[in-house]
């Protein structure tokens, strides 16, 4: 307990007290450790030499690394001597001598062991030499050492929060154990940073309203019945500064000119935009900036990817991290439905659409890789397929970044943000591509849920599960996909085109584990996880509802100008204004105005 009052409250800081930041991680003393060794040397000197007066000794520690024993740890090295003298005769000369002298002493310490770091300084504390005889010279030092000794601190401390907080626990909940196992910091050997984070900080936030529900309710549910003040909302946000004012210039210009300013700094000012929703000519105007956008991404994609697409078809777009939740594989697998759906009805209505697709994968991340192999080959097979005439069209967007996504973001006509609903935290790139007057598809996840609320559900195309109906087959099961591969024709020709070699005839089982993860636990855990199959129907719905709305020229102006206009919320300066109001507590800084400097002019300049 001693040794624990550098702690100061579990939840607050840990006071510098005895602990210094060493190589990355807390150190604490164990303890110090100071010892003294007295070495001599009879030193012979050869025939020819006569010792006279001893004019000066000098001499230097060299050790080697501390090694462990039982009783501390012992100290291997050299005193390294030099001695200068007259000759003893009168012929005038200096000798100086070189001794070595070994050194093994055990600096006694109780308690150390692997875990212990050492910092050791040893001085020549006394050197010494004198003339026995004309012939003999005794040389004698003391060598003192000191040690400092560590251990590591990062246990002690993380052991210590969690006796407390578990004391916590108890005094709310007596005697039940099920509350100890489930929000303990250590548990069976196991440090969950998670619980430790909320046991030690201020403030938890999800970053969007329905992720902070899902936390509160379901995976966090026993910290926020204990300490339900911790908890709170902070919606993400995006710069407008950037993704407009920047990235698309003739738009903000267009902006601008139709509400002013002052939404470069105040974007729910941008609000003002909806009185323009059903005029005509702004419907023309803001449709024709999309277009020159669309223009412009064309030019880059047939640079960069080599392939020609058309401005005038519809520009859906998915570019985010590739991860399975985020079901860029359900997106590909509905392409490939309608690659089917047109070579089996040639002459079937339909309005060209654009793939566009955008996304980097964790290095070992082999689904998501095989899921942009998957897209690529997709785009080989469709886009060399002259049969179609240029109906569909699929690009991968190599080394997506903002650089690029500035380019994508101000281009695109429909927003995807198809994740599995209850898995998606909140989503910034939807935020994005709304403030550029794309429409979006997607799911009642994340930050969706509020772009909804802020548009209109008329202006989007919402489908598939809830989130509610996600983690009701989650915990109670219920979903299996087999029954839908079985009993869905068109699903089952999708599937099977993973594993016959349409879009892989070197290797036809390139993608077998794709279809694994759909229908069986041979490669995952579970079956369809991201329940892809059972949403396919629905997004097929959405998707065909989207060239329906495309048609109607004047219906889709309004609803994109309308997701311009409603996306003021989505300010990141709005998040960060939560967070210094409600959280970090911090006193707004206001920079002076810089005055300005009158010039001279010169009768010359005028």
Not at 103 to 109: G, S
Not at 317 to 328: F, T
Not at 357 to 373: D, H, M
Request: hydrophobic share 40%; proline share 2%; charged share 30%.
């Amino acid at each position: 307990e001693e040794e624990l009052e550098i702690l100061s409250d579990v939840y607050g800081v840990v006071k510098e007290v005895g602990i210094e930041k060493k190589k990355g991680s807390f150190r604490r003393f164990l303890t110090k450790s100071s010892g003294k060794m007295k070495l001599a040397e009879h030193l012979t000197l050869p025939e020819e030499e006569h010792a006279g007066k001893v004019l000066y000794t000098r001499g230097m520690i060299q050790l080697e690394e501390p090694a462990y024993t039982e009783g501390g740890i012992a100290l291997f090295g050299e005193a390294k001597l030099q001695v200068m003298y007259e000759d003893g005769t009168e012929k005038g000369n200096l000798y100086c001598r070189k001794i070595s002298l070994p050194v093994q002493y055990v600096l006694e310490a109780e308690g150390i062991d692997e875990s212990c770091t050492f910092q050791v300084d040893a001085d020549l504390e006394q050197i010494s030499a004198s003339i026995v005889e004309g012939s003999e010279l005794d040389c004698k030092c003391v060598v003192f050492f000191h040690a400092h000794i560590y251990r590591a601190w990062t246990e002690d401390i993380i052991e210590e929060i969690n006796r407390r907080f578990v004391m916590e626990i108890e005094a709310k909940y007596p005697g039940n154990q099920e509350k100890i196992r489930k929000m303990a910091i250590i548990y069976d050997g196991q440090v969950k940073m998670a619980h430790l984070a909320i046991a030690a900080g201020y403030s938890v936030n999800g970053v969007a309203r329905l992720h902070t529900e899902i936390l509160k309710n379901q995976e966090l549910k026993d910290f926020y019945e204990m300490m339900p003040e911790k908890f709170n909302n902070k919606t993400n946000g995006i710069t407008q500064r950037r993704f407009l004012l920047h990235a698309n210039p003739l738009l903000a210009e267009w902006v601008t000119e139709h509400v002013g300013a002052d939404w470069i700094t105040d974007l729910p000012k941008i609000k003002k935009l909806a009185v323009y929703a059903d005029d005509e000519k702004a419907q023309q105007e803001f449709m024709n900036i999309k277009y020159q956008n669309k223009v412009r991404l064309a030019k880059y994609i047939l640079e960069h990817n080599g392939v020609e697409v058309d401005p005038r078809s519809i520009f859906d777009v998915q570019v985010k991290r590739l991860h399975e939740y985020k079901r860029q594989l359900l997106n590909i697998l509905h392409v490939m439905y309608l690659y089917n759906e047109i070579k089996e009805h040639p002459d079937m209505e339909f309005f060209p659409r654009t793939f566009i697709f955008g996304a980097k994968a964790a290095a070992g991340y082999k689904n998501a890789k095989l899921t942009i192999k998957l897209i690529n080959s997709v785009a080989d097979v469709i886009n060399n397929d002259a049969s179609i005439n240029g109906k569909i069209k699929v690009v991968f967007i190599e080394n997506y970044r903002v650089s690029n996504a500035e380019l994508i973001f101000a281009a695109a006509d429909v927003s995807e943000q198809i994740s599995t609903a209850s898995k998606e935290a909140s989503g910034t790139g939807n935020m994005k591509f709304m403030l550029n007057g794309a429409l979006t598809i997607g799911t009642m996840d994340g930050a969706n849920v509020e772009i909804v609320e802020e548009v209109g559900a008329e202006n989007a195309f919402i489908f598939g599960l809830s989130s509610d109906e996600v983690i009701h087959y989650e915990n109670c099961g219920g979903y299996d996909p087999m029954e839908i591969f079985n009993n869905d024709a068109d699903i089952r020709k999708v599937l099977m085109q993973l594993i016959n070699g349409t879009y892989s005839p070197q290797d036809p089982e390139l993608f077998r584990d794709l279809y694994n993860s759909l229908l069986n636990t041979q490669c995952t855990a579970k079956a369809d996880t991201y329940f892809i199959l059972k949403d396919f129907k629905s997004y097929a719905e959405a998707q065909k509802k989207v060239e329906a709305a495309y048609k109607d020229e004047k219906g889709w102006a309004k609803s994109a100008i309308l997701n311009t206009a409603c996306s003021g919320k989505f300010t990141s300066d709005r998040t960060i204004q939560e967070y210094v109001d409600d959280i970090w507590k911090l006193d707004k800084v206001v920079l002076p105005k810089k005055k300005e400097v009158k010039k001279t002019v010169t009768a010359e300049e005028k």
